[in-house]
């Protein structure tokens, strides 16, 4: 019986190193990569209110809400952020920091000039967005997916082999940002109060980079 054991693992151990050698196939290893650049088609603000006490802070808001619906930001694109009091200040000033979107169809320049308030302490760019930038993630993946499978044809035609399946298809990590906050337009709204009367500063979507997007793919493919 011990025999008849020792031969049946035997043939086992046989079998199992036979399926390795059989599944080891040649393979090519290749990254492909592509870019794209998006528009974006809204911006986020961050923009803080002052006021001498609560009543004030709450009259300025109450104003700024005005403001921005009557420059088409609708209730519900209007965050709160956080709120503060300075109680080492003899005038003791309350503030507080909101968030706001805008779109394309917003007329920037007329939003700026009516935020030209003495109780508005700064605004800043917070984001800038594009709605469908999820299908536009996916169809840069898939084009470098398609140029890692084009990478791995022509090297391999140059040797005169084919590419088969493929065996592996890994994501690169790539730390492109798809939220760019450019460094000239932040620039332009750092200090509202100064620079929002200026009637050569230009505020429209036009002024901003366009968000652009960056990733790889490393794949390996069978060798025919």
Same mark, same amino acid.
């Given at each position: 019986?011990? !025999?008849?054991?020792? !031969? ?15 599944? $080891? ?15 974006? @088609? ?13 009543? #004030?802070?709450?009259? =300025? ?23 503060? #009091?300075?109680?080492?200040? *003899?005038?003791?000033?309350?503030t507080k920091n909101l968030q706001f979107k805008v779109t394309k169809k ?7 000039? =009516? ?25 840069? *993946?898939?084009? /470098?997916? $398609? ?9 391999? %035609?140059?040797?005169? $082999?084919?590419?088969g399946n493929p065996l592996e298809i890994v994501e690169i990590e790539d730390?492109?940002? @798809? ?7 932040? /620039?332009?709204?750092?200090?509202? #109060? !100064? %620079? /929002? /009367? ?7 979507? %036009?002024?901003? @980079?366009?968000?652009? !997007? ?5 794949? *390996?493919? %069978?060798?025919?």
């Amino acid at each position: 019986m011990k !025999l008849r054991h020792f !031969l049946l693992i035997g043939l086992f151990l046989i079998g199992g190193l036979i399926n390795a050698q059989e599944t $080891k196939k040649n393979f090519i290893e290749v990254t492909g990569v592509a870019e794209m650049e998006v528009e974006p @088609d809204e911006i986020l603000f961050n923009i803080g209110i002052k006021g001498d006490n609560k009543n #004030q802070l709450a009259d =300025n808001e109450k104003q700024l809400f005005e403001i921005l619906k009557n420059n088409g930001v609708k209730n519900e694109d209007i965050k709160f952020k956080s709120m503060y #009091q300075n109680i080492y200040s *003899k005038t003791k000033i309350f503030t507080k920091n909101l968030q706001f979107k805008v779109t394309k169809k917003t007329d920037m320049g007329n939003l700026f000039e =009516n935020l030209n308030q003495k109780w508005i302490t700064n605004i800043n760019i917070d984001e800038i967005r594009n709605t469908k930038i999820a299908d536009y993630r996916k169809t840069v *993946k898939i084009n /470098a997916l $398609k140029a890692a499978k084009e990478k791995a044809d022509y090297l391999l %035609e140059s040797m005169a $082999k084919r590419t088969g399946n493929p065996l592996e298809i890994v994501e690169i990590e790539d730390y492109t940002s @798809d939220m760019i906050m450019p460094m000239n337009f932040r /620039a332009k709204t750092a200090n509202i #109060q !100064l %620079e /929002a /009367a200026d009637a050569n500063v230009d505020y429209s979507f %036009e002024n901003i @980079d366009n968000i652009k !997007l960056k990733y790889s793919i490393k794949t *390996k493919y %069978e060798i025919l």
